[in-house]
């Protein structure tokens, strides 16, 4: 049984590029956690998906992010035109179900914008 | 004031000892608590959940939540080397959607 899925790894973009991450839920699992992780820092919640739906994104910031969960395939985060800023670790959770459920993570994808 | 708070440490122990995390929450509604281990450059592991106040044991492993303090803890009996990583307190509330993190201790256990 195959644990939460993330690709890339690493990531390298210039300034002004896209990002996109990718990120396979556990199998059985519907719901979709995307979190930031910089250095010395916690997790950030960033939003919560369900299948075709944005449940929660108050965690997103307005502009350049984006994160969807089609019916098939993966959860998919997306940063348009890339600041150094946005440098970090991006883990995906994924749950069973929402309410107080244990969330799994994946590895993680390492973005680093040069 | 953060809705979580947690010593970062670095906390650095010998083998055998038994080692004291904590966290501190503002938040009353929170009613699920969670102990995550993250080694290096990996992802978060879960490691305990509990729900509401009370004690859950898991081998080496006790997670300790007191509501009425707003506190939590972990112990780690007889650590180990393999214990050395960062350890993440989570919270969560029915009224909400997030998980809330503590920023982590950093645990170093030498042989």
Redesign the interface.
């Known amino acids: 049984n195959a644990g ?1 899925m ?1 690709n890339p790894r690493h990531l390298v973009r210039r300034r002004g590029q896209e990002a996109r991450l990718r990120c396979s839920p556990m199998k059985g699992h519907s719901h979709v ?1 995307w ?1 930031r992780q910089l250095p ?6 960033m939003v ?1 998906l369900q299948k075709e739906n944005i ?2 994104e ?2 997103m910031p307005k502009e350049r992010f984006s994160a969807e969960f089609p019916k098939e395939g993966p959860s998919i985060l997306r940063i348009q035109q890339v600041v150094r800023g946005d440098s970090a670790a991006y ?1 995906c959770a994924s749950s069973h179900t ?3 459920n ?7 994808t ?1 973005l680093t914008v040069l | 004031q953060k809705e979580v708070e947690q010593d970062p440490g670095p906390l650095s122990v010998p083998e055998g000892a038994i080692v004291s995390l904590n966290c501190t929450y503002s938040n009353s509604a929170f009613q699920y608590f969670m102990w995550y281990r993250q080694y290096s450059r990996k992802g978060p592991e879960l490691l305990m959940y509990t729900y509401s106040s009370g004690n859950k044991e898991d081998g080496r492993f006790t997670a300790q939540v007191d509501k009425s303090s707003k506190y939590i803890s972990l112990f780690i009996r007889d650590s180990q080397p393999s214990d050395s990583a960062t350890y993440l307190c989570a919270m969560f509330s029915n009224t909400g959607n997030q998980f809330y993190f503590g920023t982590g201790t950093s645990l170093t256990v030498i042989p």
């Open positions: 939460v993330q956690y979190y010395e820092e916690g997790l950030k919640f919560y449940i929660d108050s965690g883990f929402s309410v107080g244990e969330q799994f993570f994946g590895p993680g390492r």
